[in-house]
Structure formats: C-alpha cells, structure tokens
C-alpha cells in the first residue's frame, strides 16, 4: 500500500517539476528561434532572454483601455492564460504521465486551445479596430484547418498506442510498440512540427516580426493590449509554442524509462531544439501568401493521415 | 534489410505527395528525379546480392530516371520559360485529399491482391499509389509538362510493381521499358516545345481548337 502510494507521490512530483521546467522555460523558446534567425541572417539580434525582460517590464505597467472596450476585453488576457494552462495540464511533459489525465483528454486539450483563441477573437473584436477584426478572421480561418489535423495526428497516437489519454498517447505505452509504429511517428512528428508552426503563428504561416497591421494575423489581435494584459497575452504566446514542442519531444525522444531529473533535462534540451529548427525555418523559408496557406496546412494533415493509414494496413 | 527497403519506399511515397503539392515546375521535377533515385537503388537494396543483372539494372534507372530525363525536362522548362502551374483543373489542396484518398484505396486493395511480394509488405501498395497519384497529376494538370511528369510517376509506379517479380524479369524486357519511356518522355519534351512556339503557351487546353 505504501509503496503504490510513494510511487504515485513521486510520479506526480515528477509531472509538477516538468511543469515547472515548461513555465519556466516557456519564454526562452521563441528566444532561441529569434537569435538562431538573427545568426543565420548575419546579425547579433536580441539576447534569448528578451522576452523575460520584456514581460517583466510590461508586468509592472499600466494598462491603457480603449473607451470602446468592455469588460470582455478586460478578462480575455486572464481566460487566455487559464486555458493554456489547463491545456499544459494534460500533455505528459515528463514522458511518463500528464498531471491531469482521463481518457478522451486529447479533446480537452483542443478544446482549451479553442477556448483560449475564442477569447483572444473577441477581445480583438471588442475593441472595434477593423484591422483586429481581419486578423480575427484570418486567425479563426486557419484555426479551424489546424484543429482537423491535430484530431488525425491524436487518432493515428491513439491507435497506435491503443490508449484514448494523452498520458498513454505520447507515454510509455507508445514506445512499448516503438518497432511496429516507427514510420507512424516519424509522420506524425512532421505533422505536428508543421501544425505548430500554423497554429502558434510563426513563419511561414505568420510572421511574429512584421510591422504592418495588414499582413498580420496574431500581432494584430494583441495590437490594443498593453501592460501587464499584453504580458499575459505574450506568456500565453509562448506557453503554447512550448507546449507544442512539448508534444513533439515526446513524439521523438523516448523518456518514460528516465529518472525524473533526466526527463526534465531533455524537456530543457528539446524546447531548446525545436526553437532553433523553428528559427531554421524561419530565416530559410518566406512567408506564404495567405491562399496558400491552407496548403500548407493540409499538407501538414496529410503527413498524418499517410501515418494513420501506414497503421490500418 | 526490410526497413530499409521500408523506408525508401516511404520516401518514394513521400515524393509523389511532393509532386502533387507543389506548384513550381521546377520542384516537380526535382521531386520526379529523387523518386527516380530511389527507384534505381530499390532492387540493390531488395535483391542484396549485387548480380550483374540487378547492378545494371539500378544503373540504367539511375541514368535514365534520375539523371537524363529530368535534365532534359529541366531544358525544356527553360525553352517554353514556364515557371509554375497556374491554373491546375483541381487545386492543389484538393489534389492533396484526392492522393491521400488514393493511398486509402491502395493499402486496401493491396491487402486482396493475390500478389503476394515477399521482399518488402510496403511495394505493392507504394506501387498502387504511385501508379494512381501519376494519374491524378495527369488529368488534373494543365500544363504539358507536368503531364509529361505524371506520365513519368505513372510508369515508376508500375516498374516498383514489376520490382516484385525482379528476379524472373529477362534484363532485356527491363532494358526495352527504359528506352521505351526514354524516348517517349523525349517525343514529349520536344512535342511541348513546339506546342510553345506555335501558342506561346504549354497550356494542354488550347489544344481543343483545330487550325489549319
């Protein structure tokens, strides 16, 4: 009995620490993607530390709230930041188990990602701004492209782990069956790595550096925000991009069988890596025009579905 | 050495959905020649024992496949100055759902067929779906010469099929394929040359017209 319970107690430990390593680290990852674009551009860029200094000196702002904005506008930061959270909640971040797992919790993490963009899409049309309201639009547009193709990468996972949680999906269960499903992960790490760069805003789906409202599609929605609002909102940002590369070290790089320590270690060595493959792909590639975009979304989906049919044969 | 066999054909799978998402000629071809690549190491890989046979068979491909028929096509582009499909008869992201359909049907329809190949689980089905994408690329294209690289796709297919019977396959039925398809990629290129200096276009659609 007591040895069941010190298990659990150290496993849930081991998934509060990751926890931490992700909150923690969250910031450091479009950091790293922006100073690998600077090197492979030829400048010195900002330190990877920028965004840290950044929220700590909007935290102790104030805001400026538009006349025309309401209450909602007021809670979308807060709503944004609470979702993304509880969605960090359920990915395994230690490579082992989820802090909160249930089966059917792979909905529940799209649903959050959902949640939190609806409020960031009516904060932006609260303030009545049409050049918001665009970027709303384009950002719901290739939203709901995205959502498709993360449920096929999550049903290719759950056959192919036989688990319905996102605990079993990207944990020990999956590389039990590592020989059977290995062209499978492959697919689907591609998939993923495609679907992040489309739904955390980065190039060549939308460019975090551009400074014209017309072509922007996140920057714009945050244009009104400021203070600690923006601060949240830009953390939020960050959580997310983190979270996908999250799914993707678990995807790539086996840790159910590691201490707790050298899991943490690798979630700290893998955020660092995908942000610089992300600030690879963003000093070697343009932006797309925007109707290509749902090509490149698509073929993102693809890749899964090719994996999830590699597995029905 | 089944994986590797496995991930080849995986690239080559790879290579059709290459061709059908992108829009740039260029990249086409490039996409058609590293399938061609592939192809040529495929029986080396399979067969393992490096007869005269499956070496001058690799050979020939790789020349033909990856090496002469792209640069010919890449001369081609050149002359006609084309750079992208503009205006394909179906768009690329439903291209992409009709190819993704079409790995469906041959993973299902290879589980029926009575061929059975004991080298690779992965060939027929590749096979089948090289075979159905090379037709898509043919029908919903509009430029010649992208009609010319789903010809291209369409004949890789059905050499990846013939890979299954490898061993029994005279070296001079495979010999006479691969000048067939030479020559006919040729007549090709040089048909869609004229096809532009007689419309300034390589669009197939302004075929449609009789002219005197």
């Given at each position: 009995m007591t040895a069941s319970l010190s298990a659990t107690v150290q496993s849930l430990l081991s998934a509060l620490g990751a926890l931490g390593v992700l909150f923690v680290f969250a910031p450091l990852v479009p950091g790293v993607a922006r100073k690998t674009r600077a090197i492979l551009t030829g400048r010195r860029g900002p330190p990877v530390w920028q965004l840290y200094a950044d929220l700590w000196k909007l935290a102790r702002k104030g805001a400026v709230y538009s006349v025309t904005t309401t209450w909602i506008f007021r809670l979308t930061p807060l709503v944004t930041l609470a979702a993304t959270l509880l969605a960090s909640a359920v990915i395994p971040l230690d490579g082992k188990r989820a802090l909160l797992s249930f089966s059917g919790d792979a909905v529940a993490f799209a649903g959050f990602l959902a949640l939190a963009r609806y409020f960031m899409v009516l904060g932006a049309m609260d303030t009545g701004s049409s050049f918001e309201g665009m970027g709303a639009s384009r950002d719901v547009t290739f939203a709901s492209l995205v959502e498709p193709g993360l449920f096929v990468a999550f049903v290719a996972l759950s056959v192919a782990s036989g688990g319905l949680s996102l605990s079993n999906m990207l944990g020990a269960d999956l590389w039990l069956r590592w020989s059977v499903v290995a062209p499978t992960i492959v697919l689907l790490a591609g998939s993923v790595f495609l679907l992040m760069l489309a739904e955390c805003a980065r190039v060549p789906v939308d460019d975090p550096t551009t400074h014209l409202e017309l072509t922007m599609i996140h920057e714009v929605m945050v244009l009104d925000s400021s203070g600690p609002d923006l601060a949240l909102l830009l953390y939020s940002q960050a959580l997310k991009l983190s979270l996908f590369a999250a799914i993707l070290i678990d995807l790539v790089l086996p840790r159910s069988s590691l201490p707790a320590w050298g899991a943490m270690a690798l979630l700290g060595a893998g955020l660092t890596a995908v942000g610089v493959a992300v600030g690879i792909v963003e000093s070697t590639m343009a932006r797309l025009r925007l109707p290509k975009v749902p090509l490149f979304i698509a073929s993102g989906a693809a890749l899964g579905l090719f994996g999830l049919i590699l597995l029905m044969r | 050495m089944g994986s590797l066999t496995e991930f080849l054909l995986f690239l080559i799978v790879l290579s059709d959905f290459a061709v059908l998402g992108t829009s740039r000629l260029s990249s086409c071809i490039r996409a058609v020649a590293l399938q061609g690549l592939l192809l040529g190491l495929l029986p080396l890989v399979i067969d393992e024992s490096l007869t005269p046979h499956a070496v001058g068979l690799a050979a020939g491909t790789v020349a033909v496949k990856a090496i002469v028929l792209p640069s010919f096509l890449r001369w081609a582009i050149r002359e006609a100055a084309v750079r992208r499909?503009?205006?394909?008869?179906?768009g690329y992201t439903a291209s992409l759902a009709l190819g993704v359909g079409a790995l469906a049907v041959a993973f299902a329809v290879a589980n029926v067929l009575p061929v059975r190949s004991s080298e690779a689980e992965l060939l027929i089905p590749a096979a089948l779906v090289t075979v159905m994408i090379g037709l898509i690329v043919l029908v919903t294209r509009a430029k010649a010469l992208l009609q010319v690289v789903g010809y291209l796709m369409l004949e890789n297919g059905i050499y990846l099929f013939g890979l299954t019977q490898a061993r029994r396959v005279p070296f001079l039925v495979e010999a006479g394929v691969l000048l067939d398809v030479f020559v006919g990629v040729f007549i090709m290129g040089i048909v869609v040359f004229h096809i532009n200096r007689e419309?300034?276009?390589?669009?197939?659609?302004?075929?449609t017209e009789l002219r005197e």
């Open positions: - | 499909e503009v205006e394909p008869l179906v419309f300034d276009s390589i669009s197939a659609d302004r075929l």
